[in-house]
């Protein structure tokens, strides 16, 4: 079991991991390489550094840590629950314990948005399969997704009911699903008081009564949402030490909201690294 395990290895993630590592605890940053800043080709305002590219800034602070002693995992995580001694994160293959967590996601991907989304929101259209699945109980339900969080999302509503597929929305799906899959681009969430049907561009039409977005990999502030913790417009809350209303959790970086900058991401890291790794001393 690991101490502290952060997700993400943006300027958030990888200056939390340096804090923690620092701080004595033993530590894992899972993450990708598809970060805002990896987007960046020029960092013109950071402090220090007159211009760097966004993946020069990212190398020095990958290296920087794991010259620490750090652990790095190159996965998505795909689902986070409380465990006996603190958390289990599940990736595609592995399940990984750890006493407390980071959240270090960056800003939610936001795909394009499917006409009916927003208007079925909580009228059989849900961003949580925990949450919501039970409300599902053998009933037809459709997953919009076609990476591992989708297959994820998939599998925890299996467990409600055996009418579950997959709508990749024209993408080949990325991993093996558990369940049908239909790939034809999707036009349109349809229904009245609440939602009934999926339309294809190609014209068909699949009665559903649940419809769960999985789009791309699990947002900080759908992780969040799975373990209770409060959000507000998409970001996390966080006190004043970087800890969310759930003891152990913490959370830096865009996934705050507010100044989505460099710098603002490795002062919330640091802070949230730090005292994740006194939480875990304490405890
Ligand atoms: C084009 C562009 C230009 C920019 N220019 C500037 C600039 O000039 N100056 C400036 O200060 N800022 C700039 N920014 C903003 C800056 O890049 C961000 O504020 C900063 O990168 C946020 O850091 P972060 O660590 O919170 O998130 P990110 O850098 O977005 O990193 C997120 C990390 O989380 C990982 N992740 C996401 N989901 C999961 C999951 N389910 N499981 C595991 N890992 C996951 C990703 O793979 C990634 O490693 C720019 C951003 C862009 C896109």
């Known amino acids: 079991m690991y101490d502290v395990c952060i997700l993400g290895k943006g300027p958030a993630g990888l200056s939390a ?148 597929t997959i709508f990749t929305d024209g993408k080949e799906p990325a991993v093996e699903m558990p369940c049908t899959v239909e790939t034809a681009k999707l036009s349109a969430l349809t229904g009245e008081a609440r939602l009934s049907a999926v339309q294809t561009a190609d014209g068909r039409s699949f009665p559903l009564d649940g419809f769960f977005i999985a789009r791309g990999s699990a947002g900080a502030s759908e992780l969040a949402l799975k373990l209770g913790v409060p959000t507000e417009n998409g970001n996390i809350r966080v006190d004043r030490d970087g800890m969310t209303a759930l003891p152990g959790v913490f959370a830096a970086g865009d996934c705050l909201g507010g100044l989505c900058q460099v710098s603002v991401s490795v002062g919330t890291g640091a802070l949230a690294g730090q005292r994740a790794a006194e939480f875990v001393r304490q405890r």
């Open 17 to 164: 991991g340096i804090y923690a590592v620092r701080a004595g605890a033993q530590t894992l940053i899972i993450g990708g390489a598809d970060g805002a800043l990896a987007k960046a080709k020029r960092i013109d305002n950071y402090f220090g550094i007159a211009t760097i590219s966004g993946q020069d800034l990212l190398d020095a602070g990958q290296a920087q840590y794991t010259a620490l002693g750090g652990e790095t995992l190159e996965a998505e995580v795909t689902a986070v629950e409380m465990g006996p001694g603190g958390f289990v994160l599940h990736t595609a293959d592995r399940q990984i314990e750890a006493k407390a967590i980071v959240l270090a996601m960056g800003k939610g991907r936001k795909g394009a948005s499917l006409p009916g989304e927003t208007e079925f929101l909580g009228r059989g259209v849900s961003h949580c399969a925990v949450c919501d699945g039970f409300f599902f109980k053998k009933k037809r339900v459709g997953v919009l997704g076609s990476g591992a969080y989708a297959a994820s999302e998939a599998r925890q509503m299996l467990a409600f009911t055996p009418d579950v």
